[in-house]
């Protein structure tokens, strides 16, 4: 497609079920990135992808927190059993190299994620 | 570790009157890069401008400027002749060498376009 797709735009869901975030990256683009967005944190980093590998998953908060990524496209952030707190904007990212610098990362549209 | 702090929660601008959104940063590496986003309502990040650690010369892209200050550690994000469009979320973010990875945000700028 031409942007960086993201489903659903919105989930609410029920603390403790587990849910799945979907990506569709910009065709071609070989780096992936996951963020979070929420009031009190704002814009956090969670993973990034070169192709199917994730070198970098520093920012996923805890255990409950996995993400991969099929075919150097598309990828899937799952948390489990989900808790009030994940309550947030949930951003996906690519970018056509690795490494940001001199090259800009591509948004999408984000998921909202409610847990009730 | 980097840091990048805007000091601006939220803002006003005459319609097509200039506004600067103030972003400082810190870091230790000496090269690294500064974007700054756009994010309105609709959610999505805009990339608008960026500046290199070691370019000489400060960014422009059409009526967004960037004024970077290395010596001060900032990199303020001009906006000329605002339109009502321009209304919307700002955010400075940078990225390091060594973090090449990851992008460090700033709390934004909310800026509102009065007609």
């Known amino acids: 497609g031409a942007g960086v797709s993201q489903s659903p735009s919105n989930k609410v869901t029920e603390k403790g079920k587990d849910v799945e975030l979907r990506c569709d990256p910009i065709s071609g683009h070989t780096a992936l990135y996951w963020y979070r967005q929420s009031l009190g944190q704002g814009l956090e980093f969670l993973i990034y992808?070169?192709?199917?590998?994730?070198?970098?998953k520093s920012g996923l908060p805890s255990d409950r927190f996995s993400a991969e990524r099929t075919g150097g496209s598309v990828s899937t952030l799952t948390i489990q059993r989900t808790q009030q707190e994940d309550s947030a904007v949930y951003l996906c990212?690519?970018?056509?190299?690795?490494?940001?610098?001199?090259?800009?990362?591509?948004f999408g549209q984000g998921t909202r994620l409610t847990v009730v | 570790a980097q840091k990048i702090t805007q000091t601006q929660p939220g803002m006003f601008v005459q319609e097509k009157e200039a506004v600067t959104l103030d972003c400082t940063y810190d870091t230790s590496d000496p090269s690294y890069g500064l974007f700054w986003y756009k994010q309105p309502s609709s959610g999505e990040m805009i990339f608008l401008i960026y500046q290199g650690s070691y370019d000489q010369q400060n960014a422009t892209e059409g009526r967004y400027s960037l004024n970077f200050q290395k010596a001060r550690k900032s990199a303020n994000l001009v906006i000329s002749a605002s339109q009502l469009g321009d209304s919307a979320m700002y955010f400075c973010a940078m990225t390091t060498q060594a973090a090449g990875n990851k992008l460090t945000f700033g709390g934004g700028t909310r800026v509102l376009v009065k007609p």
């Open positions: 990212a690519s970018s056509p190299q690795p490494g940001l610098l001199n090259t800009e990362a591509f």
């Open positions: 992808f070169q192709g199917n590998s994730a070198p970098d």
